[in-house]
């Protein structure tokens, strides 16, 4: 029985000694370092993989995902008994927090028309707002959202979030489920989008979602590229239905050369960096969980296959 990790190789080195202190009873083999026997892993670790790749491992029976997200990974290619495990990890969340932060007050303060203007070489006025002026909206309010309005409370946006059941967060106006998704949207200056990419929200950050929000709000979508219609956002740029966005993730990344969003005026662009698995800190949740399972409890993370996060 062993566990197999699947991914960079300095993270490897980190795992790999953590296992070795805190879970010396199970080996910790690294895919294109060790020689590796597919039917002894039973568990394997991974960011994503090519579909072909999860076939050689015939018992495998926990994949866990390096990073928050799992719609990276192969998992149609997963026979269904196997169980998914998402990575919950102070440092993804202070992470996203921080980018989150980081997002809502330069589009609050208007940065995209600020660096135009300068790059233009004008000296361009024009009126700005307090944070209490612009309603900030969180769709998803799992460990990231939560984290999320936790650091923007302070600076006084009013908040507000969206998920599919109800929350009840103190100092956030909650809604939920489809019902709920049209008032959300009604009065949100700020969207902030961290869902998890699955059948019932693909495509969720549409022309249909940007023409409920007021006029010249912004979006920020942190969540995955697979979210947003990229040309439906172009055009509520366009028109001035939305003032401005800031997007960590695309769908493909990269992005191809020459594509209307790395020159749009409006648009932010970072290449999916708003919240990173943390070597060290990952490695501990990681053994932390191996051990979990090794003493049959339930696991931190473990993904409902059925709902698909
Ligand atoms: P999580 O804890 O599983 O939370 C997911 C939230 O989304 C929950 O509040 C859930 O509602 C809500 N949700 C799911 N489906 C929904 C639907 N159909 N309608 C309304 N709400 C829905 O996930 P997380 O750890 O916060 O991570 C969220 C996502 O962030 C990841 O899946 C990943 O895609 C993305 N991410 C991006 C980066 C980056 O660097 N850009 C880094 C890490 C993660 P309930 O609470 O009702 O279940
Ligand atoms: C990054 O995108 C993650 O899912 O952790």
Known sequence: MTFLYHGLEARGAVWADIFAARVPQLPFWRWGIDPVDPAAVRYLAAWNAPADFIAHFPNLEVLFSVGAGIDQLPLAALPPQVRVVRMVEQGIITGMAEYVAMACLALHRDLPFFITEQRAGRWTYRHTRLAAESRVGVMGLGELGKAALAMLAPLGFPLSGWSRSAH??????????????????????????????????????????????????????????????????????????????????????PLPEGHAIYHHPAVFLTPHVAAETRHGSAGEVLADNVLRLLAGEPLLGEVDRTRGY
């Open 168 to 253: 009840h967060i103190e100092g956030v106006t909650c809604f939920s489920g489809a019902g709920g998704l049209g008032a959300f949207l009604a009065q949100v200056d700020i969207l902030i989008c961290l869902l998890p990419l699955t059948p019932e929200t693909r495509g969720i950050l549409c022309r249909e979602t940007f023409a409920m929000m007021p006029r010249g709000s912004a979006l920020v979508n942190a969540g995955r590229g697979g979210h947003l219609v990229a040309e439906d956002l172009i055009a509520a740029l366009d028109s001035g239905q939305l003032r401005a966005a800031m997007l960590d993730v695309t769908d493909p990344e």
